[in-house]
């Protein structure tokens, strides 16, 4: 085939190459799902819970810019992108391993920093490898299959210690409180992380660089220096597009960090009557939670599917905003729901906005950044993703109490309306309209 042109990928071979990112993303629904509960078993208050989870939004703002920059300017013979899913996916193996074994809060906390590291190394040049791989007429495909596998990934994950339970005592604690059930879910992600990303690399191997790409790199070397220049660039020059999805970005993003971190709590007290971490019934409340969410990411496993020609007939921008919409007027509804089937119900437009914000924002930003910046402009738009989580983290201990009155029920009100808000904000995004027809490349 000669340079430049890209082949038309079967769907199966499109699943494949993202099945990589269906590990990742076990790792990540692991932490929404066990993080909190674990920091509350080992003493955490609620007050502070968002604090300890400074560890993604932090690795996020630093490392994925920097790794998608260096991404853009590698060259090995695994390829540009595939050595940092390596290195990503063997720090989150053995970090998922050691995470429920912690003996304090602080080791918990240190060994999150670890994990989120390992997935923000991988995150980046994962994405811009689908878009490096895909002809533009397939990457709506390419990125609603990398939503689907979130849902489906995060479905498994949040349900892997109920399916535990069947085997295990729900109620066998570890020495340090912590359930064995949620060790074994654990040790299934540690697994998962590392042989799915290997199965991805090598069934799909990378493009071979162009003659014109092999210059450019040879013209940038691969310093940090060099790199953080590149970023400075990147954001100076940042399409218009990109720059109008910031503000639906913060909205979207706070709503769920503040979602993940309070809805085990608040199902806690809405549904068991109780806010006491130690007790059976919080236990049980949490395995409720995990069956709720998984819920939701099995909905948005099918949205993200079902989605793709909706978004290929109708434009990303405005499906994104009806999956928005949907996710935040569940959340308003949730903390005065203590019927179990209605909440059922509501994980529907979660998992729909779930599935958009996995897949819709990343057909937008595509279609407009320079595909030689693939990498950069991928690691830079996740600053859109982690600078949101770390103003939610500094700033909900400030109003949990004064003006949420230490009510987890009063945070996903708070989510909800920030959820309705950035739907609003995507409707004034400049892309992601009605496509255009596109000739498919053979």
């Known amino acids: 085939m000669p340079f430049g042109l890209k082949p038309h990928l079967s769907l199966p071979r499109i699943v494949e190459m993202n099945l990589g990112f269906f590990g990742l993303q076990f790792s990540f629904g692991l932490q929404q799902a066990n993080m909190g509960p674990i920091y509350g078993y080992l003493g955490a208050s609620e007050g502070r819970m968002p604090l300890l989870w400074l560890a993604g939004p932090v690795t996020g703002l630093i490392i994925q810019p920097l790794i998608g920059a260096m991404s853009d300017r590698t060259r090995s013979r695994l390829g540009r992108r595939a050595p940092y899913f390596l290195i990503g996916a063997i720090l989150c193996s053995l970090s998922l391993l050691a995470m429920p074994n912690s003996s304090t809060l602080w080791m918990a906390a240190g060994l999150l920093w670890v994990l989120d590291a390992g997935n923000n190394v991988t995150m980046e040049p ?63 992600g540690a697994v998962l992380s590392i042989s799915t990303v290997i199965w991805s690399v090598t069934r799909v191997p990378e493009l071979p660089l162009t003659p014109e790409e092999q210059e450019r790199i040879a013209a940038s070397p691969l310093t940090l220096p060099a790199t953080l220049r590149e970023v400075r660039d990147a954001v100076v020059e940042m399409p218009r597009p990109m720059r109008q999805l910031a503000l639906a970005m913060l909205c979207q993003w706070y709503a769920m960090m503040v979602y993940w971190q309070y809805i085990a709590f608040a199902i806690s007290r809405s549904l068991f009557g109780t806010g006491d971490v130690h007790s059976a019934r919080f236990r049980e409340a949490v395995l409720t939670e995990q069956q709720l969410g998984a819920l939701y990411n099995s909905v948005a496993f099918v949205a993200a599917i079902g989605l793709i020609p909706v978004v290929s007939r109708f434009g990303a921008r405005s499906v994104h905003v009806g999956c928005l919409a949907a996710s935040g007027l569940s959340m308003l509804v949730i903390p005065s729901t203590s019927e179990l089937p209605l909440l059922g119900l509501l994980m529907i437009g979660i998992g729909f906005g779930w599935a958009g914000m996995m897949g819709n924002t990343y057909v937008i930003l595509a279609d407009s950044i320079p595909p030689q910046r693939n990498g950069i402009y991928m690691g830079v738009f ?48 400049e892309a992601g309209g009605r496509p255009e027809p596109k000739l498919a490349t053979n």
């Open 382 to 429: 996740n600053l859109f993703i982690v600078i949101p989580m770390l103003i939610e983290a500094l700033t909900m201990p400030l109003i949990y109490g004064p003006i949420l009155g230490n009510d987890p029920r009063n945070a996903l009100i708070l989510a909800g309306l920030l959820m309705v808000a950035g739907a609003i904000a995507t409707v004034f995004v």
């Open 126 to 188: 994962y994405r811009a490898y689908v878009a490096d791989r895909l002809a533009p007429h397939q990457r709506p495909t390419g990125f609603m299959v990398q939503s689907a596998f979130t849902g489906l990934a995060h479905t498994l994950s949040y349900l892997a210690p109920s399916i535990m339970a069947t085997f295990v005592d729900r109620d066998l604690l570890g020495p340090n409180g912590i359930p064995v059930i949620v060790r074994m879910a654990f040790v299934i």
